[in-house]
């Protein structure tokens, strides 16, 4: 059922063209994840969510856990059924908020206690708890409950959250019992090599059907996240999907592409989308601006999305500026659509031998132009 089959291997790089099969469908890699927290991908439909060619979304487990619960989730058909997706959807254990709302939680071997950012009351998460709610969900991958700690944690405090992840890692898999769902490890380990490496060796002796590193995109400059990806390379597993967590830049998909990556997510599209901002190629444009006032060009030439193809930057200037909704669904869209065309430009390069890590298709000279 979950079957990872590769394709095609880049000659030049790491990168490799696969296919990932779940119970709703299968996922071609390499893949760029858009993130729907709280069972949505914020001002963004699933119809829309197909339209761009989204394959698989994210869910977060402790946010639905508060709001509206796994038990109506699961009363009503299970996550696909209650947000109308029909196909994949991977669910965070809730480790990321280990980390985000840590003035909030306190953490010990036995799990995370937390004092719920909605109405204050007390909420313990403990690795058998997330293997509960994400079964009761009932995502096509859910993911180990662990400790991600910030980017500025001393090696002493990365190497206790190693060996926490690596207990609760214990414990998720002899809790997680649902068949039809697969259970990916996380690879902890923050800066430090030795740590990282120790933890991948833990992670991979579950045979798990996938893998995730983890602990990225937590503070760290973009040169230290590749120095992570890099040097994991290596001594990465061959036969699972591997996962980069919170990563959605071009340039730092690019790189962990070339490093043997298949799958990223990220809130930056629909959150710069909110914003009124736009990625173009490899920029960030304000579309509040007053440059694009009178500009009656697609927003992008290159883009097919409903954003490029019916409106106009002038319009969107003008949505934006009065904070119309409209604006923020359409610019959200375009973003989504925007790093999906990427992870397919990328597979088109792979395919072709033309891949590397400055892979940038919208370049006159670029012999992947035509897949952009």
Not at 23 to 51: A, C, D, I, W, Y
Not at 133 to 157: H, N, R
Not at 220 to 243: M, W
Not at 357 to 363: G, I, N, T
Request: glycine fraction near 8%; charged fraction near 20%; aromatic fraction near 8%.
């Amino acid at each position: 059922m979950f079957d990872f089959d590769i394709h095609y291997r880049c000659p030049n790089t790491s990168a490799r063209v696969a296919s990932f099969s779940t119970p709703h469908g299968k996922v071609n890699t390499p893949q760029f994840m858009p993130v729907g927290t709280l069972g949505t991908v914020k001002g963004v439909t699933s119809n829309q969510l197909q339209e761009v060619n989204a394959q698989m979304i994210l869910a977060n487990t402790y946010h639905l856990h508060l709001q509206p619960g796994e038990s109506i989730v699961k009363e009503s058909g299970g996550l696909h059924n209650f947000m109308s997706w029909n196909k994949p959807i991977l669910t965070d254990s809730g480790g990321y908020q280990v980390f985000s709302l840590g003035k909030l939680n306190t953490i010990d071997d036995e799990g995370v206690s937390f004092k719920s950012h909605r109405d204050g009351s007390n909420i313990q998460l403990t690795p058998e708890k997330a293997m509960q709610i994400q079964m009761d969900l009932g995502a096509d991958v859910a993911m180990a409950f662990d400790q991600c700690p910030p980017s500025t944690a001393s090696k002493l405090e990365v190497e206790n959250a190693c060996r926490r992840t690596h207990y609760w890692l214990e414990r998720c898999v002899i809790a997680h019992k649902k068949e039809g769902q697969a259970l990916f490890g996380i690879v902890q380990g923050g800066r430090f090599p030795d740590l990282r490496k120790n933890s991948l060796k833990t992670v991979l002796d579950f045979d798990l059907p996938g893998i995730a590193i983890g602990g990225v995109s937590v503070g760290e400059t973009t040169s230290e996240i590749n120095e992570v990806v890099r040097y994991l390379k290596p001594f990465l597993p061959e036969k699972v999907p591997r996962y980069l967590m919170g990563i959605g830049t071009i340039r730092e998909m690019a790189v962990a592409v070339a490093s043997g990556i298949d799958l990223f997510d990220c809130v930056l599209p629909t959150r710069l989308g909110r914003h009124g901002t736009a990625l173009v190629r490899d920029e960030r444009w304000n579309l509040r601006n007053a440059r694009f006032r009178n500009d009656y060009q697609p927003l992008d030439t290159s883009c097919v999305c409903e954003a490029c193809t019916n409106h106009t930057r002038a319009y969107l200037h003008h949505l934006v500026r009065n904070d119309e909704l409209l604006g923020l669904t359409l610019l959200s869209i375009h973003n989504l659509s925007h790093l999906i065309r990427f992870s397919r430009a990328m597979t088109a390069a792979i395919k072709d031998s033309c891949f590397s890590e400055d892979f940038a298709p919208w370049q006159k000279d670029s012999i992947a132009r035509h897949t952009w």
